[in-house]
């Protein structure tokens, strides 16, 4: 008999007891509002800005209410405008080109590597057209950051991060997030935190930090945040910046607070499962394991490998055979978006050129989701199974 996987792939950890108990406490007081603070009361948003401000080695730190807000909010500070050229990854999910069309901005996308990461010498080619990249650490894989930092200081490009999966990653020991002028994080329930929407900023430059608190819709009372500038730096900025309300409440910085402790914890446990799938994988006849350089330090919440040179068909019947036996599998270049797909020709609304090293690569990664939920052992049964499957269609 075949073995079968049982697990759910989208069920996460419970909420912890103590976050749940912090939860409660804003409900049973009633200020959900981040600034409906009782007197001398710090809020739990902005104490969540002050704690992951710390943790991030950030002088500032704005919550919000999603990462793709947290995304749009960091184009808009930096300036972009309506017709603006940025630079983004083609690899990468819907909510990255979503925020440059929100500030009527116009993607401009730049290829991917078999290492899932943002083709530098492409880049380095279309350094000109753009004076701001919003860089996509996607399913947490990161670039040379060296290299691409280095680049995009001489082209005076301003570099945004997304790091929705690289919440706790670094690169050469330096927090993922922190080498560009802007890092944005989801808190969406699929990523390393969960407080179902949600998402953080952080940056070094205040005017910066400013402008994203008054954008976020912060009333003039900007004096509330304990993550944020000066007053003088308010002044400034504070009649020629819109509110385009986006705040995080209460609630969500409650739970928030003590996941955000416990994150160190929560990414072995993510590598300690990726590591077993990985091992389980490597080997499989046709499969191309997405190999991690040295430099970087990853969290392992989802899995990628690559299946090169496969047909349409092929990847088709791999996954659903991996299907019938219990393990979901995502094909992010599949021709057709549905769900997850993340192919920059799968988004219209944007003009792009034809990236045929880019196609290859793109029709070729299968993505799995990694939750904590699942064992050691269930990981081991997983790559089993995929191995298997993958190898009994490559054979045909
Ligand atoms: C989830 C995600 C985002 C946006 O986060 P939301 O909180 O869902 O808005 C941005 N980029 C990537 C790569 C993501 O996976």
């Given at each position: 008999?075949?073995?079968?996987?049982?697990?759910?792939?989208?069920?996460?950890?419970p909420i912890p007891d103590e976050a749940i108990e912090a939860a409660l406490a804003v409900l049973r007081h009633g200020r959900l509002h981040r600034y409906n603070v009782a007197p001398g009361e710090l809020s739990e948003t902005a104490l969540l800005?002050?704690e992951?401000?710390?943790?991030?080695?950030?002088?500032?730190?704005?919550a919000?209410?999603?990462?793709?807000?947290?995304?749009?909010?960091?184009?808009?500070?930096?300036?972009?405008?309506?017709?603006?050229?940025?630079?983004?990854?083609?690899?990468?999910?819907?909510?990255?080109?979503?925020?440059?069309?929100?500030?009527?901005?116009?993607?401009?996308?730049?290829?991917?590597?078999?290492?899932?990461?943002?083709?530098?010498?492409?880049?380095?080619?279309?350094?000109?057209?753009?004076?701001?990249?919003?860089?996509?650490?996607?399913?947490?894989?990161?670039?040379?950051?060296?290299?691409?930092?280095?680049?995009?200081?001489?082209?005076?490009?301003?570099?945004?991060?997304?790091?929705?999966?690289?919440?706790?990653?670094?690169?050469?020991?330096?927090?993922?997030?922190?080498?560009?002028?802007?890092?944005?994080?989801?808190?969406?329930?699929?990523?390393?935190?969960?407080s179902g929407?949600?998402?953080?900023?952080?940056?070094?430059?205040?005017?910066?930090?400013?402008?994203?608190?008054?954008?976020?819709?912060?009333?003039?009372?900007?004096?509330?945040?304990?993550?944020?500038?000066?007053?003088?730096?308010?002044?400034?900025?504070?009649?020629?910046?819109?509110?385009?309300?986006?705040?995080m409440d209460n609630l969500r910085a409650a739970i928030l607070r003590p996941q955000l402790r416990?994150?160190?914890?929560?990414?072995?446990?993510?590598?300690?499962?990726?590591?077993?799938?990985?091992?389980?994988?490597?080997?499989?006849?046709?499969?191309?394991?997405?190999?991690?350089?040295?430099?970087?330090?990853?969290?392992?919440?989802?899995?990628?490998?690559?299946?090169?040179?496969?047909?349409?068909?092929?990847?088709?019947?791999?996954?659903?055979?991996?299907?019938?036996?219990?393990?979901?599998?995502?094909?992010?270049?599949?021709?057709?978006?549905?769900?997850?797909?993340?192919?920059?020709?799968?988004?219209?609304?944007?003009?792009?050129?034809?990236?045929?090293?880019?196609?290859?690569?793109?029709?070729?990664?299968?993505?799995?989701?990694?939750?904590?939920?699942?064992?050691?052992?269930?990981?081991?049964?997983?790559?089993?199974?995929?191995?298997?499957?993958?190898?009994?269609?490559?054979?045909?």
């Amino acid at each position: 008999m075949t073995e079968r996987f049982s697990g759910s792939f989208t069920q996460q950890e419970p909420i912890p007891d103590e976050a749940i108990e912090a939860a409660l406490a804003v409900l049973r007081h009633g200020r959900l509002h981040r600034y409906n603070v009782a007197p001398g009361e710090l809020s739990e948003t902005a104490l969540l800005e002050q704690e992951f401000a710390a943790q991030m080695g950030a002088k500032y730190c704005l919550a919000v209410s999603s990462g793709g807000y947290a995304l749009a909010t960091a184009l808009r500070a930096v300036g972009v405008q309506p017709g603006d050229a940025v630079l983004t990854n083609a690899f990468t999910l819907a909510p990255v080109p979503g925020a440059i069309a929100s500030v009527n901005a116009r993607p401009v996308f730049v290829g991917v590597t078999e290492g899932l990461t943002i083709d530098l010498d492409d880049l380095e080619a279309k350094l000109d057209r753009a004076k701001v990249l919003m860089l996509s650490h996607m399913r947490g894989h990161l670039c040379d950051m060296d290299r691409l930092m280095q680049m995009c200081d001489a082209a005076g490009v301003t570099v945004i991060e997304d790091c929705a999966h690289t919440m706790g990653a670094a690169w050469r020991g330096q927090l993922s997030g922190r080498q560009g002028a802007i890092g944005c994080y989801s808190c969406q329930t699929y990523k390393h935190v969960n407080s179902g929407e949600g998402g953080l900023l952080v940056t070094d430059d205040e005017m910066l930090a400013a402008k994203a608190t008054m954008l976020s819709g912060s009333y003039m009372l900007y004096e509330r945040h304990l993550a944020a500038p000066g007053p003088e730096v308010f002044e400034r900025i504070k009649y020629t910046t819109p509110n385009v309300s986006g705040r995080m409440d209460n609630l969500r910085a409650a739970i928030l607070r003590p996941q955000l402790r416990d994150l160190d914890r929560q990414v072995r446990r993510w590598n300690e499962r990726y590591a077993e799938i990985e091992s389980g994988l490597r080997g499989t006849p046709g499969l191309t394991i997405v190999e991690r350089p040295a430099e970087e330090s990853y969290v392992g919440s989802s899995i990628q490998f690559l299946l090169l040179e496969w047909t349409p068909e092929q990847i088709a019947e791999v996954l659903r055979r991996c299907a019938d036996r219990g393990v979901e599998l995502k094909w992010f270049g599949g021709a057709e978006p549905t769900g997850f797909t993340s192919r920059y020709d799968s988004w219209r609304y944007a003009e792009s050129e034809r990236m045929p090293e880019t196609d290859r690569i793109l029709r070729g990664i299968i993505d799995m989701r990694v939750p904590l939920t699942f064992s050691l052992d269930d990981c081991g049964l997983i790559a089993g199974i995929i191995r298997a499957e993958v190898g009994a269609v490559f054979q045909q």
